[in-house]
């Protein structure tokens, strides 16, 4: 099966900028459609963006415009370029397939913080 490392999290003051990656030991083109979900303490994980085999992408209202989704089928990465975060986007971040899921990674944390 298909695992999945994420990477690029850290500490970053309101306004600032992350990347984050998220490396498949295998193919991500199989599992189509990929998405970047996020879980802050207490809440439900949730959807933040998406993106087709082919580059179609579609985000929450939340993080429209400041989120950009995109993916490199031929190195098996996906990436999240985050900018102008707001302390409300503090998560730990996690990237999985829409349908077909594989088992979760550890996830990668952003903390939005002065």
């Known amino acids: 099966q298909v695992q999945l490392v994420e990477s690029g999290g850290g500490l970053v003051q309101p306004g600032g900028s992350l990347r984050l990656s998220c490396a498949a030991s295998?193919?991500?083109?199989?599992?189509?459609?990929m998405g970047w979900y996020r879980q802050a303490p207490g809440k439900q994980r949730e959807l933040v963006a998406t993106?087709?085999?082919?580059?179609?992408?579609n985000y929450a209202d939340s993080v429209k415009g400041r989120f950009t989704i995109s993916r490199d089928n031929a190195k098996n990465t996906v990436y999240l370029q985050m900018n102008s975060l707001k302390p409300e986007d503090t998560a730990v971040y996690y990237c999985?397939?829409?349908?077909?899921?594989?088992?979760w990674g550890q996830g990668t944390q952003v903390t939005v913080s002065s």
């Open positions: 295998g193919s991500i083109f199989v599992l189509k459609e």
């Open positions: 993106i087709t085999s082919f580059g179609g992408t």
């Open positions: 999985n397939a829409v349908r077909n899921v594989v088992a």
